[in-house]
């Protein structure tokens, strides 16, 4: 297990992590994705804590990328550390010694840790970059960056121990699209776009500046970034650098000899130096220092 020791614990956290095919929305996540990206040692937290990801009704899936689902019964307290998506969740929460809750979680900019202990329940709602609004049309995403806002300043109608106390799985994913098919996602075009765009970004390792990626739109620089702070929350420059650190976690976890400077050229990175400085201000540790932890000597 990596040395938690390394890395900052910066703030409370989710977990959760994400993938996004090529395929229409209107087709997707007939069956989540089953990545680890964004997840700081997955494998530990794996070996902790009962994961899983299931996919929403039919009618919200232009909308929702997942649900994830997460329960624990721990002899000893655990931390989990995740590098946030450019995505808002919805998560009902039942910590130990504590009342079930809902919050709405903004796009989170640094490192997240998450400590878990005793006995839990996490049911989390995971919306496409740019699949939020809908939801919310009132508010650009940027109000929702950076905070985690509970109960009842948000969905004040909603009982939280419907989604979480049901013991049959599939009596809580019903409850979590009964919760959103109640709120009535207003169709928006912007939306679409918003979610297109970052789908783009996500899978052409190509674009990597955001003047280029405008070009190619057929947008300016100014509107581009309107649209990012309207329906996804961070600017088109965090979205590119973001995925290309997910990439780089994911390459030091499963490649014990990373080959640092190929990557950063693959990933459109002038120099190894900048994805070095990238990665550690993102994660808390260089690298290498990080794959290193990894490493089956240190595990042992």
Not at 262 to 275: F, R
């Amino acid at each position: 297990m990596i040395d938690k020791e390394q890395l900052p614990l910066i703030v409370p956290g989710i977990l959760h992590c994400i993938d996004v095919s090529g395929a229409p929305y209107s087709r997707r996540m007939a069956t989540p994705r089953r990545d680890t990206h964004g997840i700081v040692d997955a494998a530990g937290l794996l070996a902790h804590v009962d994961f899983r990801r299931r996919a929403p009704a039919e009618p919200l899936r232009p909308y929702v990328e997942q649900y994830w689902l997460i329960d624990w019964d721990l002899p000893e307290p655990y931390v989990s550390h995740v590098v946030p998506h450019p995505a808002v969740n919805i998560i009902f929460q039942h910590f130990a010694d504590e009342q079930p809750f809902a919050e709405v979680a903004g796009v989170q900019l640094g490192l997240f840790a998450q400590k878990l202990e005793g006995r839990g329940r996490v049911c989390g709602i995971k919306f496409r970059p740019g699949g939020f609004r809908p939801f919310a049309p009132d508010r650009p995403v940027t109000d929702w960056t950076g905070r985690r806002v509970r109960q009842p300043e948000v969905y004040a109608d909603t009982n939280p121990a419907t989604v979480l106390t049901p013991d049959d799985e599939e009596a809580r994913i019903a409850a979590l699209d009964a919760f959103l098919l109640r709120h009535h996602p207003r169709p928006d075009p912007q939306a679409d776009l918003a979610m297109t765009l970052v789908d783009r970004i996500h899978t052409d390792r190509t674009i990597r500046r955001v003047t280029d990626f405008a070009r190619a739109e057929g947008m300016s620089v100014r509107l581009l970034q309107r649209l990012f702070a309207a329906y996804v929350g961070v600017g088109p420059k965090w979205v590119i650098l973001r995925y290309r650190i997910h990439e780089a976690l994911e390459r030091a976890e499963t490649d014990p000899e990373v080959d640092w400077a190929a990557l950063a050229t693959d990933l459109g990175y002038a120099d190894q130096a900048h994805l070095v400085r990238d990665f550690t201000a993102t994660v808390g540790v260089p690298p290498r220092t990080y794959a290193q932890a990894l490493s089956p000597t240190s595990r042992a």
